[in-house]
Nanobody
Framework: QVQLVESGGGLVQPGGSLRLSCEAS????????MGWYRQTPGKQRELVAH?????????ADSVKGRFTVSRDNAKNTVTVYLQMNSLKPEDTAVYSC?????????WGQGTQVTVSS
């Protein structure tokens, strides 16, 4: 299994930027893909972006051109970043990190991103 620890959320004005980080520890060598999802009250959780072990990426249409997902491998950890630029109020949500390995899905605790003036 893996443990996921997120950081980087907060309050930002429209047009601003934030970078989210998610550090995975544990059986990181078995991770197939990691990604970011977001959820707002009353709505289903949606995929924002994900990156595979081969560095293939996938983005929601609503964030293409504004968000970038990247990955950094260390000896015993894997950190996935979500660089969010040109933020809009509709990007406000709880962002959660996800890791998929060996047929299982693991989640971080979530971090709030609020885009507001």
């Amino acid at each position: 299994q893996v443990q996921l620890v997120e950081s980087g959320g907060g309050l930002v004005q429209p047009g601003g930027s934030l970078r989210l980080s998610c550090e995975a520890s544990g059986r990181v060598f078995s991770i197939y893909a990691m990604g970011w999802y977001r959820q707002t009250p009353g709505k289903q959780r949606e995929l924002v972006a994900h990156i595979t072990r081969d560095d293939n990426t996938n983005y929601a249409d609503s964030v293409k051109g504004r968000f970038t997902v990247s990955r950094d491998n260390a000896k015993n950890t894997v950190t996935v970043y979500l660089q969010m630029n040109s933020l809009k109020p509709e990007d406000t949500a709880v962002y959660s990190c996800n890791a998929v390995l060996l047929g299982h899905s693991y989640w971080g605790q979530g971090t709030q991103v609020t885009v507001s003036s």
